[in-house]
């Protein structure tokens, strides 16, 4: 995953951590490696897209996204990224070790996914509405009990299909708050930036301007749902018709196509810089 | 005691005019001062109208607002038709607008719905059309208009052409009780074609930095109609227009009634209904009319503003459009909703939800999109005294003081895009309006108004229910497999059917095998062109066919 980042940017994860980047699927397994690689890759695609002078008029970020998002947005360093993205997966993975994870059902609304949460969700087997991914796609988070329960009422309702996903927290939903907790407090010894551009805000899909919503959300986005399709929405309101997606994937951009076939779409994982270059310059061009 | 003053508002608009003398030449202004003229003689706390509707949008002029001083200009009283370009919301963000009061928010319907929520945005209220344009003349007299003109002279004359909509009832507004009128222009040339505001009730004249925002909005390429609302399409002929006799009539715009205009020449030709049926129309200037109009079905067409493209076929075809002089078509959206409120004999339209009882709405998910003119025209004018056939018709006979009521059809099918059912229980209409504070459910069309409903599965007659109970079933009866749908049976269908109170399409002699493509009268954009004789002219994001 990290073939093309450079030594140095590798070696300054070492400094600031202690966690050295082995970048091997045995490396993999540990889901503190997995968010400081994907970070890191971001980070340098976002290197990238400053050197070729290409900047957003939005940024939107999906979870872990938000920090590559707001360094993207100038509200946060590179530095202080790395810093609060190795401390929030060591608090992820330490608050649920067994028991928990995350679920995502196709083909049910939002609406239809809280009605049957509501009928399983109790204090031994809690499960939460989660990541609102498109109209039809909604994630769910609790105990892996509560959440088999609603995938099969979810069928029972004829849903298009269930997954139990392979995420062994309970993230996006109010299980985290210990994790927002000690991110609060990590989060008050850092400098944040009002950002450079429109930032969509996970917690509640709103377009922010001001540094206090993207701070919030850094703290807080893991014990809200991701609110995607309402961001996309709110991008779309604003005049966006551009997106470019930065690795590793393109799950994003899949979304992206679908709600908005008309729109024009950019994965870097697909594309190397030279040609992204191009062809930004050729669509400002008009 | 002093005398009071009865020039104030003169004397105030004259102290604002005479503010921006150093930058006034004559009526106009630099398109670079644009922003020192607003500075100048918009005022914390105005009442201003910024013109835009669902096609044309005074877009320099929004921009030049957004661009404003937030310590100098704020707190505005924003009334607004359409909230559809980004910093229509942006301005209620940087604090220079406060309150609005609207009609549609369709392209701006997530971000106003937050923004209701979070109290960025303090709603008025949620008008339609001609709410909103009476309301100016009363209770929201604006201080300053901000509309946009095709070509201004010298004098300040303005030529607003095919998409003059309604910047004559804003103007008016201001004009005369001491508001500014200021005027964005694409073009200022030495004589207009013809006058369609005079010169004297501008104030300020700003040449845009490019063209004003224009989309083609009402454009539906018959390629994208299904074999389903091909069906639809002819139940509701034979169903309502010829059973009702109906003469006058709007289309909502959608793929629904795009299939109806396109099989007037062809289905309604085999029916032997031409010359008996809808002769005058209130609707923009759909291209999916040109083979009516071209077969000799259309003879009568008013239209609440323009299409892009259908300029130069309009200007070939004065009989059936209104035509300047200058041969451009003159297009008012307060006439034209004035018509479709009192003058039509029908409404047709669609809609993305209806509950148990027959109301529907437009507002889903937590999107408000507002209403537009649809409520105007989708509802039964009580005030209305004159008499058609097809009025009467609905007359109910139990009554000797009764009288007739306007036919309001809305065309669904029982699922919509998402595969979910448009037939509920409840709208989510129900939802938002908790959500957004408002003091209504934003509901479309009232049940009580609502005289048919035509699925895939057959036409409802709701106006011939004497119950709600009645109502509910005929609705269940022709809801399909919806939950609402289910809860029908064949022995209340029969009933409903045996009443006259339901139709399926073999109650209607329509056969469903013959509902295919080739039944319309035009099958593409291509088509569209020749029976226009070369005259139309599609929008590129049209022109794939090419």
Known sequence: MLKDVPQEMIDRVKVLTGVELTDDDKAYQDSIQIQLGILL???????????????????????????????????????????????????????????????????????????????????????????????????????????????????????????????????????????????????????????????????????????????????????????WDTMMDVAQELGIDTTLEVQPGQTFTKLVKSKFPDFRTITMNNMNIDDIEFLLEKWKRG | ?????????????????????????????????????????????????????????????????????????????????????????????????????????????????????DGTVEVGDIHTYLELYARLYVDLIPNVVLVAADKVDHDGNLYTGANTEETPVIVESAAFKDGIVIVQANEIVDKVPRVDIPGGWVDVVVPADEPYQLEPLFTRDPQNVTELQILMGMMAIRGIYEKHNVQSVNHGVGFNTAAIELLLPTYGEQLGLKGKIVPNWEVNPTPTLIPAIESGWVQTIHSFGGEVGMENYIAHRP????????????????????????????????????????????????????????????????????????????????????????????????????????????????????????????????????????????IAYLYKTDSMAERKAAIEAIAGVTPVGLRSNAKELADLRAKGIVALPEDLGVHRSEAKRSLLAAQNMDDLVKWSDGLYNPPAKFRSWS
């Open chain 2, 319 to 458: 009989d059936i459009f209104f035509v300047g002089k200058d041969g451009t078509m003159r297009s008012n959206r307060a006439f034209g909703q004035m018509a479709g409120q009192y003058a039509l004999d029908m409404f047709v339209g669609s809609t993305l939800q209806i509950d148990q009882f027959g109301n529907s709405s437009t507002v889903t998910n937590g999107r408000l999109s507002g209403f537009g003119g649809a409520p105007n025209m989708g509802s039964n004018p009580t005030g209305r005294r004159h008499s058609t056939p097809a009025w009467q018709s609905l007359r109910p006979d139990n009554d000797p003081l009764g009288k007739g009521q306007k036919l309001v059809v809305q065309m669904v099918e029982t699922f919509g895009s998402n595969k979910k059912p448009v037939f509920v229980d409840h709208l989510d209409a129900e939802e938002v309006r908790g959500e957004a504070k408002l003091a209504n459910v934003p509901i479309m069309i009232y049940s009580e108004d609502t005289t048919h409903i035509v699925t895939e599965e057959g």
């Open chain 2, 1 to 117: 005691m002093v005398k009071r003053s009865w020039t104030q508002n003169r004397d105030a608009k004259a102290a604002k005019m005479e503010s921006i003398a150093s930058i006034l030449d004559g009526k106009f202004v630099d398109t670079k001062n644009a922003k020192e003229l607003f500075e100048e003689v918009i005022k914390p706390g105005d009442k201003v109208v910024l013109e835009g509707d669902n096609q044309k949008q005074a877009s320099f002029l929004s921009k030049t607002l957004a661009s404003v001083n937030p310590e100098r200009v704020h707190d505005l009283h924003m009334i607004m038709s359409s909230v559809s370009r980004p910093e229509h919301l942006d301005i209620f963000e940087t604090g220079i607008a406060k309150k609005l009061d609207f009609s549609f928010a369709g392209p701006q319907s997530t971000r106003i719905s937050q923004m209701i929520a």
């Open chain 1, 41 to 227: 890759l971001q980070l340098f695609n976002i290197r990238q897209l400053k050197q070729a002078k290409q900047f957003p008029d939005a940024v939107a970020g999906h979870s872990l996204g938000i920090f590559a998002a707001g360094v993207a947005a100038g509200v946060i360093s590179e530095d202080d990224a790395i810093k609060i993205v190795f401390i929030r997966s060591t608090k992820m993975q330490e608050s649920y070790p067994v028991g928990y994870g995350m679920g995502a059902i196709v083909g049910l609304t939002r609406k239809e996914v809280s009605t049957l949460v509501e009928q399983v969700n109790s204090e031994t087997e809690p499960v939460f509405t989660s990541n609102q991914n498109s109209e039809l796609q909604t994630v769910i988070s609790g105990s892996i009990a509560g959440i088999k329960k609603v995938l099969n009422l979810a069928k029972e309702n004829s849903a298009q299909k269930t997954v139990l996903l392979k995420v062994p927290v309970p993230s996006h939903s109010p299980l985290m708050q210990s994790v927002a907790d000690v991110l609060e407090k990590e989060l008050s010894n850092v400098t944040l930036h009002d950002p450079s551009c429109t930032y969509l805000a996970n917690f509640n899909g709103h377009a922010v301007r001001k540094v206090d919503g993207v701070k919030y959300d850094m703290i807080n986005n893991l014990v809200h749902p991701v609110y």
